[in-house]
């Protein structure tokens, strides 16, 4: 029962920030009508939350290491609701862009701790099935955002999407703070690597912005854009060297040395690049080709929003049993490009297929969630388990 409480925590917490994130981006146009701003600050209300939430990540891993599993996902929670709510509140753009950037350092802690809480409850052969089901609940959750989204905007207000993670957050906490408090807590304090941290957050953010900008459509050899290039590199370059040098570094470049985790982390990086690729680009295709309305176009979603924790769910149960992975992955991965490739190449009108399309992709993305991060996990020592899995949660 008490796995299960965990368990229950754990996707109470994973739900409350996909939903929003996808939710916020389905919702860009109605709040560009309320507080004004340009594409680009528009734009900002997505890219300011995941470069404070990609810088969080690490540090909150290897805090979570350090100080406990549960003050840290706590904090997390505490964090991400309250800047939720200032969202919900904002007046004006700039308001609402650092109330952003506060609920992605929010998530950042809320969703690195998240997934290896799991480890440390549950056995290594059954632990695939348990990241099965919090895997699951995490895609559906993505993919449901544009979808509840869309209906929070069209049939009350785009600032119920941050609302809405008021009552969620609230319970995810208390049901933490409860299930959670007989979780051992580290006796040795490790040191933060602060230069380490530090050197991170900023070389992420300027390669980020570099490529942000171009996806605006600033030319890539702008000079501004070649600066950040240039930062991105030196920034980045002597956060190696940091974590080569530092006791207790914030990455163990170590890891990288085990090619588990090096092509785990890899396959997740390009499941997540084509979930939120197709979760955001496909109902603005179906509303500007198609001519579906917002909430139509979000509804047309729903095969991926299925097939995706349906696999993930499959994916658990058969690592539990068989306690192998790689084929899971290797089929996932292989399939993935020809699902991706149909989805651009039908006509956005034929609905069928392209929900015959979504839900190929979708078991093929699915399937790699948890033995990504369950083969990464069992890859590295016990007390690495916070970082591997941030580490996980840093590449998608």
């Given at each position: ?328 992955m290797v089929g996932g991965a292989c399939v993935v490009p020809f699902a991706v490739a149909s989805l651009g190449l039908l006509d956005p009108h034929n609905v069928w297929a392209q929900a015959l399309a979504m839900i190929v992709l979708g078991l093929a993305i699915g399937v790699q969630f948890p033995t990504g991060l369950v083969a990464t996990q069992n890859a590295v020592p016990p007390q690495n388990v916070g970082l ?9």
């Amino acid at each position: 029962a008490g796995r299960w409480l965990v368990l229950a925590a754990v996707c109470l917490a994973g739900l409350v920030l996909p939903l929003s994130f996808t939710g916020a981006a389905v919702a860009l146009p109605a709040i560009g009508r309320a507080l004004g701003g340009s594409a680009t600050a528009l734009n900002w209300v997505v890219n300011g939350f995941m470069l404070a939430f990609g810088s969080c990540l690490m540090v909150a891993g290897a805090m979570a290491d350090a100080f406990g599993r549960k003050r840290v996902f706590a904090s997390g929670i505490v964090l991400f609701v309250l800047a939720s709510v200032a969202c919900a509140l904002a007046t004006s753009m700039p308001m609402l862009l650092v109330a952003r950037v506060l609920q992605g350092l929010g998530g950042g802690g809320l969703i690195s701790v998240a997934q290896a809480t799991i480890a440390d409850v549950v056995p290594l052969r059954e632990r695939g099935r348990y990241q099965g089901y919090v895997s699951g609940m995490w895609a559906m959750a993505s993919l449901a955002g544009p979808v509840v989204g869309g209906y929070l905007t069209h049939y009350l207000s785009w600032r119920w999407i941050f609302w809405i993670n008021l009552p969620l957050g609230l319970v995810a906490l208390l049901v933490v703070r409860r299930t959670l408090r007989h979780l051992p807590v580290a006796h040795q304090r490790r040191p933060i690597d602060a230069p380490g941290v530090l050197l991170f957050a900023v070389g992420l953010t300027a390669l980020l912005l570099m490529i942000t900008r171009v996806g605006q459509g600033v030319p890539l050899m702008q000079p501004d854009n070649l600066g950040l290039a240039a930062a991105a590199v030196l920034v980045l370059g002597a956060f190696v060297w940091q974590e080569k040098r530092a006791a207790e570094p914030i990455i163990p470049l170590s890891m990288f040395r085990v090619p588990t985790v090096t092509i785990c982390c890899l396959a997740l990086f390009l499941c997540f690049f084509q979930l939120i690729a197709t979760s955001v680009l496909m109902p603005l295709r179906f509303q500007m080709v198609a001519g579906a309305s917002p909430d139509a176009a979000a509804l047309r979603l729903v095969p991926l929003t299925l097939s995706i924790p349906t696999a993930a769910f499959i994916a658990g149960k058969w690592m539990t049993h068989s306690g192998r992975y790689k084929p899971l992955m290797v089929g996932g991965a292989c399939v993935v490009p020809f699902a991706v490739a149909s989805l651009g190449l039908l006509d956005p009108h034929n609905v069928w297929a392209q929900a015959l399309a979504m839900i190929v992709l979708g078991l093929a993305i699915g399937v790699q969630f948890p033995t990504g991060l369950v083969a990464t996990q069992n890859a590295v020592p016990p007390q690495n388990v916070g970082l591997a899995t941030a580490l996980t949660a840093f590449s998608r």
